[in-house]
């Protein structure tokens, strides 16, 4: 391998991508010979098109390993790489200049090309994200999305050494602060040389628009506030949510709630996910309307899904707002102790909303889902939160993504499922003594009575479908409302008390 045809390679890449000018690639190459400790350079003719940079990145990254110019691990690889991308990623102002002239053609073609460029970039990795798997299942709710994360690679023991020994520091505050972009990373912080931000001002404040490195949905957008605040939904959140979708009509965009064990991984930065996809969620049927008094203007319904939620239509956004507004302060102080919702506990908080927004033609539309984050002695983790019998498959929190109906499920599944479905249809009566799937133990005997002979074949499909119907039950326990005869007449009674 000749380090001086891969520098060349890389430039015929940007030069592809529209990263770079010819006029910049001298200036380019030479920032490269900076950092892969070099003197010279020498122009080659380079004819191939690559889909991505990440062939090219990784025979640097083995020269860069060879040299000693890096440790061969996966952060010190990633911090490295994204330096080496750094060299041909064009400045700030460059990509939101791009953006802004794209935007005045349509709004589509703004995000598609800024998703494109955040690929190009290597900032997503591309190949990273294909090895998640996906799948669907049909459940009583209609197909629910379900994915098996595997594009986080695993960290090295070398890396988290490392990452024991840097400094303390504060600046970034967070992962989502503004201060990310260009930030060079380190053992314990990723790097950020090519991550690019889209001034927005949303309800007449700065905002920024990103994508997700992870993209676990087709233009998978991040929208951050520009100070460093805790999440909070209130009257501004719905405001903030409906401006986006009239500036980006064709996207959703959605707020993880305000409150540990049902908000997000992030609650100390105000930030909102969105995108260019249909939830499960969003193609939910309308099974009840109500009327609320003082909104005309304002379509409501109860929408046919595992947890609770309002759906409310209107071309006249104020009064949506406002709907919106006075149905989050009811929910905020509402109990029902015949379904065990309780507004707070020894002076605690409970009740909070995770609101979506999107638009249907020229009307708005919020899915209002209503959140309870209660423990209880059975339920240590969360009464409306996944219940211990659900832990094997998914124990973690149900944000945004999970309320929506995508499943995003923790990496190990993808070898245990494969060792279950062995032991399937092997005929294996009994795993409770295998340690590292007895976790699995009592589900499996659940499969071997309803499955009692499975072909090889087939034994990937059942699974997949009965981890889905797993996730329908995990988002049927985070409902607040059940969906039994009792839990729907609670629906009804807590629209009737915003009408009172």
Excluded at 33 to 49: G, I, N, Q, R, W
Excluded at 287 to 293: G, I, Q
Excluded at 373 to 388: I, V
Aim: with cysteine; charged share 25%.
């Amino acid at each position: 391998m000749s380090i001086n045809t891969e520098i060349n390679r890389l430039l015929n890449y940007a030069l592809q991508q529209g990263l770079l000018e010819k006029t910049d690639c001298y200036y380019a190459a030479n920032r490269l010979l900076a950092l892969l400790h070099l003197s010279e350079y020498e122009p080659e003719a380079v004819d191939e098109k690559l889909p991505y940079a990440q062939p090219v990145l990784d025979n640097m990254l083995a020269y860069a390993a060879e040299a000693g110019i890096i440790e061969d691990t996966v952060n010190e690889r990633d911090l490295f790489d994204t330096a080496l991308m750094d060299c041909v990623t064009p400045r700030p102002s460059e990509v939101i200049r791009r953006f802004r002239e794209d935007y005045a053609v349509s709004p589509e073609q703004a995000t598609e090309h800024y998703y494109q460029f955040s690929q190009a970039t290597n900032y997503i990795r591309p190949e990273r994200i294909a090895k998640n798997l996906v799948w669907q299942t049909e459940t009583e709710y209609g197909k629910l999305d379900v994915t098996i994360n595997l594009s986080k690679p695993e960290k090295d023991p070398r890396d988290i050494a490392k990452a024991k020994q840097v400094k303390s520091s504060s600046y970034p505050k967070c992962l989502l602060c503004r201060e990310n972009e260009g930030f060079p990373g380190h053992a314990g912080h990723p790097a950020r040389q090519t991550h690019r931000l889209i001034p927005l001002t949303l309800a007449g404040k700065p905002w920024y628009l990103q994508y997700s490195p992870y993209t676990y949905y087709n233009e998978h957008c991040i929208v951050l506030n520009e100070q460093h605040i805790p999440m909070q939904v209130s009257r501004a959140t719905f405001e903030n949510l409906a401006d986006f979708v009239t500036q980006f009509p064709h996207y959703f965009l959605g707020s993880n709630a305000d409150l540990p064990i049902v908000g997000g991984s992030i609650l100390s930065h105000d930030h909102y996910q969105g995108g260019h996809y249909e939830f499960p969620m969003a193609r939910a049927k309308e099974e009840k309307e109500y009327s609320f008094a003082g909104f005309p203007e304002v379509y409501a319904a109860r929408i046919k899904w595992p947890m609770s939620a309002l759906r409310l239509r209107s071309e006249n956004r104020g009064q949506l707002i406002d709907l919106a507004e006075k149905i989050l302060s009811k929910w905020r102080g509402y109990s029902d102790g015949t379904v065990e919702v309780l507004a707070e506990s020894n002076g605690e908080p409970h009740n909070t909303i995770t609101p979506i927004a999107r638009r249907r033609g020229t009307a708005y539309e919020f899915d209002l889902v209503l959140r309870n984050n209660r423990t209880t002695k059975e339920h240590p983790l969360g009464l409306f939160h996944p219940h211990a019998e659900v832990h094997h498959i998914k124990k973690e929190n149900i944000g945004l993504i999970e309320v929506m109906g995508l499943a995003v499920l923790p990496g190990r599944l993808r070898t245990e499922m494969a060792e279950l479905g062995e032991l399937l249809v092997q005929g294996v009566e009994d795993i409770s003594g295998n340690e590292r799937l007895a976790l699995h133990a009592d589900w499996y005997r659940g499969l071997r009575a309803k499955y009692p002979q499975v072909q090889k074949s087939e034994v990937e499909a059942v699974l997949q479908n009965e981890i889905g119907q797993v996730f329908a039950t995990v988002l049927t326990h985070a409902g607040v409302f059940k969906r039994d005869a009792e839990g729907l007449a609670a629906f009804d009674r807590f629209v009737d008390a915003v009408n009172g």
